[in-house]
């Protein structure tokens, strides 16, 4: 049998990098801003977990502007999608055999 562990994501370790995921998966787009609101971290910090998600292909980063302000929005690809995927199943595979 196929030990769960192996398939979790050290990407994923982080309690943000989980949120952002998570948000991503259930919308098809979200801005800096709306991750920062949500997560309830700085500027810095969010990016800085963005970028390593970005780096790993996880998720795709789009620049516009709206008026003179730049908006940046993010979205899953299809490997984040799938190596989330994966993660939480571990996850849940770990869990149910605690009980």
């Known amino acids: ?6 398939d979790l994501n050290k ?4 309690r943000i990098r989980l949120g952002i995921m998570s948000a991503l998966m259930v919308n098809n787009a979200v801005n800096f801003n709306e991750l920062k609101e949500l997560l309830d971290i700085t500027d810095g910090n ?3 977990h963005l970028k390593t998600l970005e780096e790993n292909s ?6 516009s502007f709206i008026g003179r302000k730049t908006n940046t929005t ?3 690809t299809k490997l984040g999608e799938k ?3 994966l993660h939480l199943g571990a996850l849940e ?3 149910g055999n605690i009980k």
Not at 1 to 6: A, E, R, S, V, Y
Not at 11 to 14: E, L, Q, T
Not at 58 to 63: A, C, G, N, R, W
């Open 58 to 63: 996880f998720i795709k980063v789009q620049k």
């Open 11 to 14: 990407i994923f370790d982080s």
């Open 46 to 48: 969010l990016a800085s």
């Open 1 to 6: 049998m196929n030990n769960p562990i192996q």
């Open 74 to 76: 993010y979205t899953i």
């Open 83 to 85: 190596s989330f995927k």
């Open 93 to 95: 595979k770990m869990i």
